[in-house]
């Protein structure tokens, strides 16, 4: 799988989710102040949820741009090629009948990046997943958090 052109999908990716966040942000503040959100009694709520549901989603739009701005910031240490799984490698898994890829990163765990129809999901350090791989190489077996084996195939 070519590390680099995985590293760019996922880029594109995070900035379709921060624009989506940020879209979703300015359509709640508007709609929280928009006069049809307007209380008709003290029991209706709709513009304080509004607020909130833009807070929230402003809270996303924020952990969107953190994530671009930190992967963007570690790229030339995320594309160096790996031998073992730290921050930055690109390694599958083979598990049972399957074998799933992963990309260990600091920021975005568990999002998913499609490439060459092939399913990728960001690991984070926090993950327990990433406890498990941290330092092994390929070849080395080890238990899913499910109790099921798993052997490393390939880091990059």
Known sequence: MDKAKFYGLLLESLHKELHLAVNASQDAADYAT????????QWDTQGLEASYLAAGQA???KKWADAIKELQSERE??????EQVELGALFECAHGEGSDYFFFAG???GHEVL???QAVTVVS???????????L?????FVLPNGKFSRLLSVE
Not at 34 to 41: G, I, L, T
Not at 125 to 135: D, E, K, T, V, Y
Not at 137 to 141: A, H, K, M, T
Request: a negative charge; zero cysteines.
């Open 77 to 82: 240490s995320m594309l160096q090629s790996k």
């Open 125 to 135: 350090p926090q993950s327990p997943l990433a406890h498990r791989l941290l330092g």
């Open 34 to 41: 928009n006069d049809e959100s307007r209380a008709d009694s």
């Open 107 to 109: 920021v975005a765990g």
């Open 137 to 141: 190489r390929v070849g080395d077996g």
């Open 115 to 117: 490439i060459d129809s």
């Open 59 to 61: 809270g996303m739009a």
